[in-house]
């Protein structure tokens, strides 16, 4: 295919150890090595004048101009973590001709969401789940939805841990059709709504990006998309509490982040009201002699067991 | 900026044309006149290697100004929409580099410009995107090897017209078959602004032996409608726009 000749091509344009200088802005960048790929072009780790960042680079001109014209437009936003931030922006062409448009960023050194909710406890989901929320919500508040939201473009950074989001190329102007977008993600494909850039489109795809931590291999649609993806969140034990605001934003009931995550706020603190009950009842059981022979660890067990029964 | 009609003609084939005039020809014939052809091939499941006569594929873009994928049934829908998308922004960005070349001399094109002059016009690139008026013939090759394939064609043109009507201009679209039965190309739907309503009409894709391509998009050229292709004659310079 013809797409497939294009990556080789790429590919071996381009390694380790490698030079790359700016024809605009002749600024050189050493890359170190590839930190992902998706349709639009690939992004390698690099350094410049000590400092590391991510450089994205593609042939795909057009679309790299439209992804750094988002990039800058959001860089504008104060406090600004909507996205990595923009460095540079350049032309390189490879040694045997072909040309390159690169962009340089923030490198957001990170893991994905869902190992890290598989490493650390389900607890993170909805933590994440908030933080998003207040992102989205900062986003739409600036006129843009993120359009291609899912697993991939998330990633949780550490200390303290927090999830960002990389690449915008989906990220549309309200109003506007979606540029792009993940059919799994996408409420057009699942029948459960339109293309056009609205606060709830990106909801949706928040919600299919939890599903897809649950179920890593995805699924179809099949004959009845809603009733099947309503199935799938009552059967994804790690989501058990945050259900009921999972489907109302499915079904397109939240206008805005901030509702969502004000039910979401809400439905966490009253889990954790309920975790706190658990937690009574556990000291209580602590003093009843046999229990108290059976030492520490098992009663750490015991409690760790209750809890993640609540969270089923 | 003006707002303007797009044209495009969407080819759909799995093979190469046995029938009449080169397909080349008639699609640079096509886009002389504002029409920019647009090529997918659909390559068979077990296929690995680039098929020798869908290299015709390729060469059918270029003379139509279009742009051309091959691709295997399941990747389809988001295929339709990808080469539909950037055919869209390939016509618009030649008319903005015609218009800057008026401005900034010969042999300018957006690729000479700084990248902060050329995110500028990629964003008046994208507005014209956004905001124009779109005209797409849909050409379904249903010569023998399609017939299992036309239920994912189906499915694909209705994404297609998700996608396009999600955008602030309308959308036109027409399909039409080839070989027809007594002529080169068919009727299955009328211009209409959305697909979502082809599924009781698609049967109609009935499966031939002979594949005329040629024939097919010179067909094609003309449901146009005739009054915008006197317009586009007229408008020599502006490939693919046509004034509302
Ligand atoms: N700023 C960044 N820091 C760290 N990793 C990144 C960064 N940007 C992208 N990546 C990694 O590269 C992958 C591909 O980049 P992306 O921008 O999503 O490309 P595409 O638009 O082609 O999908 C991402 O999934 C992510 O893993
Ligand atoms: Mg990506």
């Known amino acids: 295919m013809k797409m497939n000749q294009e990556w080789k091509k790429l590919n071996s344009d381009i390694h380790s150890g ?21 349709a639009i072009g690939s992004v390698y780790l690099c350094e410049a004048n000590g400092k590391l960042a991510a450089l994205k680079i593609s042939d795909k001109r057009s679309s790299m101009t439209v992804e750094v014209n988002v990039l800058r437009s959001l860089g504008k936003v104060q406090g600004n973590r909507l996205g ?10 490879a040694p045997i001709g072909t040309k390159y448009s690169f962009y340089v960023m923030e490198y957001l050194q990170g893991e994905s969401m869902a190992s890290y909710i598989h490493r650390h406890g389900k607890e993170w989901a909805g ?21 291609d939201l899912k697993l991939d473009n998330l990633l949780i950074v550490s200390s303290p841990p927090r999830v960002r989001w990389v690449d915008v190329g989906g990220t549309t102007q309200t109003g506007r059709a979606i540029k792009e977008y993940t059919e799994f993600y996408d409420r057009g494909y699942w029948e459960m709504g339109s293309r056009r850039a609205e606060p709830s489109y990106d909801l949706f795809a928040f919600t299919m990006a939890f599903i897809h931590v649950y179920y890593p291999k995805r699924f179809v649609k ?76 098992s009663i750490l067990a015991g409690a760790y067991y209750l809890i993640s029964l609540l969270f089923q | 900026m003006r707002k303007g009609t797009l044209k495009q003609i969407l080819l759909i084939t799995d093979g190469c044309s046995n029938k009449g005039e080169d397909p080349s020809a008639t699609a640079s014939l096509a886009y002389q006149q504002g029409i920019t052809v647009n090529v997918i091939g659909i390559l068979e499941d ?27 049934k399941q990747a389809l829908s988001q295929t339709v929409q990808t080469v539909t998308k950037q055919a869209m922004t390939q016509t618009l960005q030649g008319f903005v580099n015609k218009e800057l070349q008026q401005i900034l001399g010969q042999d300018q094109s957006l690729e000479d410009l700084e990248p902060e002059k050329r995110g500028e016009i990629m964003e008046v690139v994208e507005d014209m995107g956004e905001t124009c008026d779109l005209e797409v013939l849909v050409l379904v090759d249903t010569s023998a090897s399609m017939h299992d ?19 602030i201009g309308r959308n036109r679209f027409a399909i039409f078959s080839f070989p027809g039965k007594r002529k080169d190309i068919q009727k299955v739907f009328d211009w209409s602004p959305a ?21 097919a998009i010179r067909e094609a050229m003309y449901q146009f409608g005739k009054k915008s292709l006197l317009r586009s004659f007229r408008d020599e310079d502006e490939p693919g726009m046509e004034e509302a």
């Open chain 2, 46 to 72: 077990e296929q690995s290697e680039q098929p020798e006569g869908l290299k015709e594929v390729e060469d059918i873009a270029l003379s139509g100004g279009g742009v051309s994928q091959l691709v295997y």
């Open chain 1, 84 to 93: 990595p931030s923009l460095l540079d922006v350049d032309d390189w062409t």
């Open chain 2, 149 to 167: 394939k036309l239920p994912t064609v189906k499915e694909a043109l209705i994404d297609l017209s998700i996608s396009l009507n999600a955008r």
């Open chain 1, 222 to 297: 099949g004959s009845q998309p809603e009733k099947l993806l309503f199935r799938k969140l009552d059967e994804a034990r790690g989501l058990r509490p945050y259900r009921n605001v999972l489907k109302k934003a499915l079904a397109g009931k939240y206008a805005s982040s901030s509702q969502m995550k004000r039910e979401m706020l809400q439905v966490i603190h009253d889990t954790q009201k309920k975790k706190q009950k658990t937690r009574k009842q556990i000291q209580q059981e602590k003093e009843a002699p046999f229990l108290l022979e059976a030492g520490g660890i």
């Open chain 1, 18 to 38: 490698m030079h790359i200088q700016g024809k605009w802005h002749k600024q050189t960048y050493v890359i170190k090595r590839k930190l992902g790929a998706g």
């Open chain 1, 127 to 147: 933590v994440f789940m908030v933080q998003l929320l207040e992102d989205l919500e900062q986003l739409h508040q600036q006129g843009w939805v993120f359009g």
């Open chain 2, 195 to 215: 697909l979502d309503s082809i599924s009781t009409i698609f049967p109609k894709l009935t499966s031939g032996g002979i594949t005329p391509t040629g024939p």
